[in-house]
């Protein structure tokens, strides 16, 4: 049987197979924690109460099932600290996943929007609006996501330049915004920075750690591990099933792909 | 225009733009870090007017392919002008915060950006048999990390053989982090001397000179 004239169609049905089955009969393969989610856990539940968290917004709906779900255990577990939340987005699309957050994780009762976190929306200018917040928080987060303005947001009071930030844990797919802040926040100001990045980005930004910045939380799989260490598995922990056989699949193809083009080649060795 | 306006005063814009910027970053002193807030400033609001400056090209570029019929590619043209339109429109009239922009996001961008990053899913399974070959040492080499890099990730790979993950955090956090380390530093050294250049006016292609 030849693989590499192998009907296409019938990988594509073998590959949602192996997805949809651990995700209706979940095999609970045990999650390891990694040094990097630790790390950030620590750090956040250690942090002084009054705390202010930058907690960035920087990615779309691709990175949902990826990034995304560390993005929604972290803001879970910052809305559980008597720590204040002060969030943006440098992307257009990565608005209405601020949204997407707050409506899927359990906001505190006790937890007030204005008084404990607010949202700022979309702010242009990427590395330069970064440098122009570090220096002034007012100018630049004139209003915030409902047109509120930030001289009326109680929280926002004693929040006037970088200094006054204990954290920033930015979520995002691309290395454009995670520079920006290495460059105008960590280097002049040394303001740890943690990273939630899609699992395709991290070798990118492995280097970084642990000298500029704090932790590398890696895709579903380090947003999984921080899901279990807040003790609220949810969906990244019910998704590494999947991720799982579907990546095991990937492995198996290319053994089957290379063993196929080995022994092609001996034939047309053979053959001469 | 003259040489003077299209080359010469966006050159020295840039010089000094650039020259408070770095001097307000070693120098602490009022005047410079004024200036650096208020040339900030301006910057975030060129970018904002650069995205309008986008919107306004797309919309051109596709009204001429309207206009032309361009066989096989009018009619995107026609839908993208709309959706674009719909979601201009709303934006404006209420604001992005508003349920209606929300719910245009939530049940349209959503679903179809979420989909389309699925469908690597399959891409990635087709190449891993037709593609992904061990052609030298060098393609074998990077194919046995790139395997063991990704059973790192997926809990099986622990559960198969716990020497993987091991494996793996060794080639993320030594080849990996000693490479990268390098090119990163190699980068920043050409930076600054793109930076001068550019500085000093010996970089022109930002003013359309090549």
């Not at chain 1, 790390?39 to 942090?47: E, G, N, V």
């Not at chain 1, 609220?232 to 699949?249: E, K, R």
């Not at chain 2, 399974?125 to 074998?140: D, F, I, N, Q």
Request: aromatic share 12%.
């Amino acid at each position: 049987m030849n693989f590499k004239r192998l009907d296409r169609r019938y990988l594509h049905l073998l590959l949602i197979a192996v997805t949809v089955f651990p995700l209706l009969k979940p095999m609970g393969l045990p999650i390891s924690i990694g040094v990097h989610s630790r790390t950030l856990y620590d750090y956040i539940q250690h942090l002084p109460p009054g705390s202010v968290v930058l907690n960035v917004f920087d990615w779309g709906p691709a990175q949902i099932p990826d990034a995304g779900v560390g993005a929604m255990a972290i803001t879970q577990h910052l809305l559980s600290l008597p720590v204040k939340i002060v969030a943006f987005s440098q992307e257009v699309s990565a608005v209405m996943m601020y949204e997407y957050t707050m409506s899927r994780i359990k906001i505190p009762p006790d937890k007030k929007y204005g008084t404990d976190f607010v949202y700022f929306g979309f702010i242009a200018g990427l590395e330069t609006a970064l440098a122009a917040i570090a220096k002034d928080v007012h100018a630049t987060f004139v209003k915030d996501y409902y047109g509120t303005p930030v001289e009326q947001i109680p929280m926002m009071d004693k929040i006037r330049t970088v200094k006054d930030f204990a954290l920033v844990v930015e979520t995002t797919n691309t290395g454009t915004h995670v520079d920006g802040f290495l460059r105008q926040w960590k280097s002049p100001y040394g303001t740890p920075i943690a990273i939630n990045i899609g699992a395709v980005m991290v070798p990118t930004y492995l280097p970084y750690y642990p000298g500029q910045v704090l932790a590398v939380i890696a895709g579903a799989r380090g947003g999984s591990e921080y899901e279990l260490l807040i003790k609220q598995p949810g969906p990244g922990v019910a998704s590494l099933d999947a991720v799982s056989t579907s990546h095991l699949l990937v492995i198996i193809f290319i053994a089957i792909g290379n063993i196929q083009y080995f022994i092609e080649k001996r034939k047309r060795r053979e053959e001469r | 225009m003259s040489k003077v306006i299209r080359t010469d005063i966006p050159l020295l814009i840039i010089f000094f733009s650039g020259i408070v910027l770095i001097a307000s970053y070693f120098f602490p002193i009022t005047q410079l870090s004024l200036a650096e807030k208020e040339l900030s400033r301006w910057g975030i609001i060129l970018n904002a007017w650069a995205m309008g400056l986008g919107a306004t090209s797309l919309y051109r570029w596709h009204v001429g392919e309207i206009i032309k019929k361009t066989p096989g590619r009018w009619m995107y043209s026609v839908w993208l002008i709309i959706v674009m339109s719909v979601f201009i429109v709303v934006g404006f009239v209420w604001t992005p915060s508003h349920r209606v922009f929300v719910w245009l996001g939530d049940a349209f961008y959503l679903p179809i950006e979420a989909a389309m990053n699925a469908l690597l899913a399959f891409f990635i399974l087709t190449a891993s048999h037709r593609a992904l070959r061990a052609r030298g040492w060098e393609a074998a080499i990077l194919l046995l990390a790139a395997c063991i890099l990704t059973m790192t990730n997926a809990p099986i790979g622990e559960a198969i053989w716990g020497g993987i993950p091991v494996i793996g955090k060794w080639i993320l956090d030594i080849p990996n982090t000693a490479a990268s380390r390098g090119m990163i530093i190699c980068v920043a050294v050409g930076t600054i001397a793109l930076s001068i250049r550019t500085l000093l006016g010996y970089e022109r292609t930002q003013v359309g000179v090549q």
